[in-house]
């Protein structure tokens, strides 16, 4: 079946633009994260959706970060102004229920955000 | 949230079994233990995960000590295909969020 899909795969960004990037989690599934995975490290959590409530966003690095999930199902990320210390990979995962040990998260490929 | 430690990187002959060592010291009863693998220019993918008992699916195994203070995955016939960055993840049980570290860098060679 269909996977957790992302869009664009690549974005080109001039410094001050915004962006909005797109996540299409499994159909079905309750939770979604949004990570940040800068060049040469492990991935970081940015924020996590129940249904359509944001119950955590700890990881966001500034106030110029926003996401949302209005209707339950697919997720934007928009980055406000953006910087070139936002250039990274911006992975999206869901999984089937809540945070209960054994959800397994799937992750999507990924958006690689480049900001000159 | 209880740190990890895994060496930079591995090298395994194809055909072999990858044995791919952490340490997490510092976990708590509550705390699972995560495998996953990221093979360049994708998302990561879910390997494996467990408490305190040794657990085996299709991909691999995951060998936890007793005090649960280390643990190994082992890929018990690698392939190319198995070369990927692999990380151990300790997670809380109330709790979604998963905290990467560095991982190891797995080089499966013919």
């Known amino acids: 079946g269909a996977g957790v899909s992302q869009s664009p795969r690549y974005k080109v960004a001039k410094r001050g633009q915004d962006v909005a990037l797109r996540c299409d989690p499994i159909?079905?599934?309750?939770?979604l994260f949004w990570y940040q995975q800068a060049l040469g490290q492990g991935p970081e959590f940015l924020t996590y959706?129940?249904?359509?409530?944001?119950?955590?966003k700890s990881g966001l690095p500034s106030d110029r970060f926003f996401a949302e999930r209005p209707e339950g199902s697919v997720s934007t990320l928009k980055i406000q102004r953006t910087q070139q210390e936002d250039s990274a990979v911006y992975l999206c995962?869901?999984?089937?229920?809540?945070?209960?040990?054994?959800?397994?998260?799937?992750f999507g490929p990924g958006t690689r955000l480049l900001v000159l | 949230d209880a740190k990890t430690t895994q060496p930079t990187s591995m090298d395994c002959a194809e055909g072999r079994a990858a044995n791919l060592p952490c340490n997490h010291s510092?976990?708590?009863?509550?705390?699972?233990v995560y495998w996953y693998r990221q093979i360049h220019s994708q998302g990561p993918q879910y390997i494996i995960h467990g408490l305190k008992n040794n657990e085996t699916n299709e991909m691999a195994s995951l060998i936890i000590t007793e005090d649960r203070k280390s643990s190994t995955l082992i890929l018990p016939h690698a392939t190319l295909r198995d070369t990927a960055v692999y990380y151990c993840?300790?997670?809380?049980?109330?709790?979604?969020?998963?905290?990467f570290g560095q991982g190891t860098t797995l080089q499966v060679k013919p």
């Open positions: 159909s079905g599934h309750v939770s």
């Open positions: 959706f129940q249904n359509e409530a944001q119950l955590d």
């Open positions: 995962a869901s999984s089937l229920g809540g945070v209960a040990v054994g959800e397994t998260q799937y």
């Open positions: 510092t976990i708590s009863g509550n705390e699972y």
């Open positions: 993840i300790v997670r809380p049980s109330n709790t979604g969020k998963l905290i």
